[in-house]
């Protein structure tokens, strides 16, 4: 069972903005940053947001990340079918020493 | 370019032991940490462990201690990841994962190894 808590699902049509949240605790997001990864069915994942709300070149602006308190949040604004995907975000964890993932959030396009 | 490539699927017995390999290519090997995560069938991410190349020095999961194993060879710019008595539960897609700090998993990915256990 993972110590960070996504919502299991999440939709929305084209063109809008959806957020998925993951929350955490003290010794987690609380204290360390927050990367977001996005997995296309079928492929490896792929870094979305690291450090909280920084994203690596050749990622759209559309995708922005927030950090306050023990939670965290992925923006995806100007929703595309091609963002239908799994969302999982990642944080180091003091009491296990190593990063812990989400259990992700299945992103449906309507 | 920076890619990470890894060996191919492997099938294997309750109880046997498998060692996968990650081939890294396009940057300075040891700049770059190494992670491990694994991703049972219809899961999430698990994290597995992280070698510093520089040195051979790893971190586990504590669920994992005891049964799982990095190394790696500079000559070759090569990490592997063994994970011995495995079991049903064992059945993943073994990713390997850079990362620039002591964290997490950043940039670049390998394309992913199925080990798949079953007698």
């Known amino acids: 069972q993972s110590v960070l808590t996504h919502p299991p699902s999440a939709s929305g049509t084209p063109g809008q903005r959806v957020t998925i949240s993951c929350s955490g605790s003290?010794?987690?997001?609380?204290?360390?940053?927050v990367n977001w990864y996005q997995q296309l069915p079928g492929t490896a994942p792929k870094l979305l947001i690291y450090?909280?709300?920084q994203r690596p070149s050749g990622v759209p602006g559309r995708f922005s990340g927030s950090k306050s308190g023990t939670s965290a949040s992925l923006v995806i604004g100007g929703l595309r079918s091609e963002d239908e995907a799994d969302y999982y975000c990642?944080?180091?964890?003091?009491?296990?020493?190593?990063?812990?993932f989400g259990g992700g959030t299945k992103l449906t396009v309507l | 370019q920076v890619q990470l490539v890894q060996s191919g699927a492997e099938v294997k017995k309750p109880g046997a032991s498998v060692k996968v390999s990650c081939k890294a290519s396009?940057?300075?090997?040891?700049?770059?940490?190494i992670h491990w995560v694994r991703q049972a069938p219809g899961q999430g991410l698990e994290w597995m462990g992280i070698?510093?190349?520089?040195?051979?020095?790893?971190s586990y999961s504590p669920k994992l201690q005891g049964r799982v194993t990095m190394t790696r060879d500079t000559s070759t710019s090569t990490v592997y990841m063994e994970l011995s008595s495995l079991r049903s539960e064992d059945t993943a897609i073994y990713y390997c994962?850079?990362?620039?700090?002591?964290?997490?998993?950043?940039?670049?990915w390998g394309q992913g190894t199925l080990v798949t256990v079953s007698s």
């Open positions: 990642a944080v180091w964890d003091d009491t296990v020493s190593g990063p812990v």
């Open positions: 396009g940057y300075t090997f040891t700049n770059y940490f």
């Open positions: 994962a850079r990362g620039v700090e002591y964290n997490l998993p950043e940039d670049y």
């Open positions: 070698i510093n190349p520089i040195g051979g020095t790893t």
């Open positions: 450090k909280n709300n």
């Open positions: 003290s010794s987690s997001i609380g204290s360390n940053y």
